[in-house]
């Protein structure tokens, strides 16, 4: 977890590299995650996108996932 701006430099450098990236900015949250429910929410999206690049399998909970740029 990093500052907003620096997620956002991040992001966007990897996107215009091509590679699968995503990003999820959390309202009232900044360097950490204080909120539970965006704890949860993240483990959960990290879990599905190495389970679609990198595993290649599926989990077991049903999970939607976000848009992976370059990827999707």
Do not use: C, S
Not at 5 to 21: C, E, F, S, T
Not at 31 to 49: D, L, P, S, Y
Not at 52 to 70: E, Q, S, T, W, Y
């Amino acid at each position: 977890v990093v500052p907003p701006d620096q997620a956002r430099r991040i992001y966007q450098a990897l996107k215009d590299k091509g590679l699968p990236v995503a990003l999820v900015e959390y309202e009232g949250e900044q360097h950490g995650f204080r909120k539970a429910e965006n704890i949860k929410f993240t483990m959960e999206q990290q879990m599905v996108f190495f389970a679609r690049l990198v595993g290649h399998f599926k989990v077991a909970d049903d999970i939607i996932p976000i848009k992976i740029d370059n990827f999707d």
